[in-house]
């Protein structure tokens, strides 16, 4: 279509297509496992922001994110072998993610310090939440400023679906552990947003 002597091209099917397709995983997993530097740098294209945010989410400041996303990538590489191809890849490749950054927690042994956060801030969960009058980056923002431990098990349990015996496995506490600290998250959340509204 032409405006004023310019050509205008209108988001065709097709145009739309190219914008939002999604890599050809295995096509990209199989090219990788090859040492082809060109598909390795199309997965990291693909994945980058997603598993960014993820790392954000656990970490909770961008330096700590940004060493656990190259330490992810670098584990996600060297672990491409064992993909089988069953299942989604970018599944996959979060639990990589989400595991780097629990390594590292657990290194800085910052999961049990959470337990002598002052519990000042707890507030009843019965309580209805404000929660709709935020937007998701403020929400983000509340949550990565939650201590290490609480904002961990927040993360596994709302974010990513883990059951509390699954969150005690993983990071070697108890389930009660595991639902306190979520409870606690809860409230401080709670607290946060209506301090704020």
């Excluded at 595991?99 to 309580?127: C, F, G, H, P």
Aim: charged share 25%; hydrophobic share 35%; proline share 3%.
């Amino acid at each position: 279509m032409q405006l004023f002597g310019v050509n205008l091209h209108l988001n065709s099917r097709e145009q739309l297509k190219k914008k939002s397709s999604k890599p050809d995983w295995l096509t990209l997993v199989s090219r990788c496992k090859n040492g082809d530097r060109g598909a390795q740098k199309a997965m990291y294209d693909a994945l980058a922001r997603k598993m960014f945010a993820v790392c954000m989410r656990y970490m909770g400041n961008r330096q700590d994110a940004e060493d656990i996303l190259q330490d992810g990538f670098v584990t996600l590489f060297s672990k491409l072998e064992s993909y089988s191809g069953a299942g989604s890849f970018e599944g996959w490749a979060r639990k990589i993610f989400v595991n780097t950054a629990l390594m590292s927690l657990r290194k800085k042994d910052v999961l049990r310090q959470s337990d002598d956060v002052d519990t000042a801030w707890y507030i009843s969960a019965d309580e209805p939440t404000p929660v709709q009058k935020i937007g998701y980056q403020e929400l983000s923002k509340m949550i990565s400023e939650l201590p290490p431990g609480f904002r961990t098990v927040f993360n596994m349990y709302i974010i990513e679906g883990y059951s509390h015996k699954e969150i005690a496995e993983a990071l070697g506490v108890s389930e009660a552990t595991s639902r306190s600290q979520l409870q606690r998250a809860r409230a401080m959340l709670q607290g946060k947003i209506k301090e704020k509204y």
